[in-house]
């Protein structure tokens, strides 16, 4: 991941859409502190990934309370009979 000054992204912004259109993060700073980030499109976002995670975990805990639940004998046939068992 390079950084560059605003000034220089300023100065040479179609060269950055170059290196990013090729994959490359390009993190632009202002006073060396950083403001904007330059990503190829369709790159995940944080937010994306954390709701994702968080669904994850939700349907990890539904997984685990109902495994804990008995099944009753119908069940268990019914899930033969069906081709999920």
Do not use: W, Y
Not at 26 to 31: M, Y
């Amino acid at each position: 991941m390079a950084n560059v000054s605003a000034f220089e992204a300023k100065t040479h912004f179609g060269k950055l859409l170059d290196r990013v259109s090729k994959g490359e993060e390009v993190v632009i700073t202002r006073h060396d502190k950083p403001v904007a980030r330059l990503v190829p499109e369709g790159t995940p976002r944080l937010d994306d990934v954390r709701r994702t995670v968080a669904g994850l975990r939700e349907l990890q805990q539904r997984i685990r309370r109902r495994s804990k639940a008995k099944l009753l004998d119908r069940e268990v046939r019914s899930a033969i009979d069906e081709g999920r068992l």
